[in-house]
C-alpha cells in the first residue's frame, strides 16, 4: 500500500524549547523576586564550591554589596580527580541556606545525581546542571518533574542543537523554567580552559525562546579575561552571567585562577550597569535591601 513504508516524519528535535510562535525570551521568577528573561541583566555570582565558614558568608556579602542577584556555590563537585576536594554535600547546602538568609540572595547550586535532587531542592532556589551531566538524560528527565528553575550548563562537547535536545528533556516533563547557560567549549585551543562559544547565544536566541547566560569564568579558566567576556556577553544579547567570586581567590579550594577578588567583581559590575543600557538593559548595582551584618 503506498505510504506504507513512508518514513516517520521528522519530529521537531525540541518543540517546547523551540521559538513556536513566540518571539520574546521567557520571562520567569528564580525565586526572591527576580526575575530572568526581561530588561533586567541578571548576575550569579559566587565561589565554586562552598567552603568552609567563612569563606561562603563573606564572599556571599561581598557580591550582595557589589549587586549580585543570586549566589552561587557548588555543594556537590564534578571534579576531573576523585582525589581533589568534592564539595561539603549537605553541610555546603546548609551554608548557602545560611547566607541566603543573611544576605536575601537567592541561591543556585549544581545537583550531580537523581538521587540528590530532594535534598538539593529543600535547599537551592534554582538547581544547576552541570557540563558533565549535559546529556545525563535521567537526570534531566527527572529534574522536569520539580517545579524550581533549572540552570542547564551546555556540555562540553555539545551542538547547540544538542544543548536544546537537552533543554527539552526537562521541558517535556513539566519543568518551563529552564536556563541555558554557555560555559564554553572544549576546542584545540589550549590558551584558555575552554573556547567561549560567544555565537551560540546569538544562534540560541535564533532558535529558542529559554533566556541564556554566559559563564566567562569556566570558559576561560583565566581571571583577568573574565571581565572582558563578560562584557561581550552583555553586548551580544546574553540575559545574564554566572561569574566565580571568591575572597581570597589564591585560597580557593577549587577554580581560583579564574576567580574574581570582590574588588574585581565590584569594578566589573560598575562597568556592566554603565554600559547595560547601551544594549537595552538595566543593572543596578545598589542592592534593594540593605546587607544584614554577618556573625558567626
Ligand atoms: C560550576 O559551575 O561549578 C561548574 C562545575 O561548571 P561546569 O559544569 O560548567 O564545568
Ligand atoms: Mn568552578
Redesign the pocket.
Known amino acids: 500500500m503506498s505510504g506504507e513504508n513512508q518514513p516517520e516524519p521528522k519530529a521537531p528535535p525540541y518543540k517546547l524549547a523551540g521559538l513556536s510562535g513566540r518571539s520574546r525570551t521567557s520571562v520567569f521568577d528564580l525565586g526572591r523576586g527576580i526575575s530572568l528573561g526581561g530588561r533586567e541583566f541578571i548576575v550569579m555570582a559566587g565561589p ?2 562552598v567552603e568552609a565558614d567563612p569563606q561562603m558568608l563573606d564572599t556571599a556579602r561581598e557580591v550582595k554589596a557589589a549587586g549580585a542577584h543570586l549566589l ?1 556555590g ?1 555543594a556537590f ?2 571534579r576531573s580527580s576523585p582525589y581533589s576536594f568534592q564539595g561539603l554535600a549537605e553541610e555546603g547546602l546548609k551554608m548557602l541556606a545560611k547566607a541566603r538568609e543573611l544576605t536575601g540572595l537567592a541561591v543556585v547550586t ?1 545537583v550531580m545525581d537523581s538521587a540528590e535532587i530532594d535534598l538539593v531542592e529543600a535547599y537551592a532556589d534554582v538547581l ?1 546542571v ?3 551531566n549535559a546529556q545525563n538524560f535521567s537526570l534531566l528527565k527527572r529534574l522536569g518533574r520539580i517545579r524550581k528553575p533549572v540552570l542547564l ?1 551546555r556540555g562540553l562537547m555539545n551542538t547547540v542543537e544538542e544543548f536544546l535536545g537537552s533543554a527539552e528533556y526537562i521541558l517535556a516533563g513539566g519543568n518551563e523554567k529552564v536556563i541555558l ?1 554557555e ?1 564554553g567549549i572544549r576546542t584545540f585551543e589550549p590558551s584558555t580552559r575552554n573556547t567561549l562559544d560567544i555565537s551560540a547565544v546569538l544562534a540560541v536566541k535564533e532558535l529558542s525562546h529559554l533566556p541564556v547566560i554566559v ?1 566567562p569564568s ?1 570558559a576561560s579558566g583565566r581571571a583577568s579575561f573574565v571581565p572582558p567576556l563578560a562584557k561581550a556577553a552583555l553586548a551580544v544579547g546574553a540575559d545574564g552571567l ?1 561569574i566565580e567570586v571568591h575572597c581570597r581567590p589564591e585560597a580557593a579550594l577549587c577554580d581560583g585562577d579564574e576567580s574574581l577578588d570582590p574588588a574585581q567583581f565590584k569594578n566589573l559590575m560598575a562597568e556592566l550597569a554603565a554600559l547595560a543600557p547601551h544594549f537595552g538593559r538595566s543593572l543596578s548595582t545598589t542592592p534593594p535591601e540593605a546587607v544584614k551584618t554577618v556573625s558567626l
Open positions: 565554586c564550591s552561587r557548588g563537585k564534578p549544581e544547576q552541570g557540563s558533565r550548563k547557560c560555559r559563564d569556566h554566572m
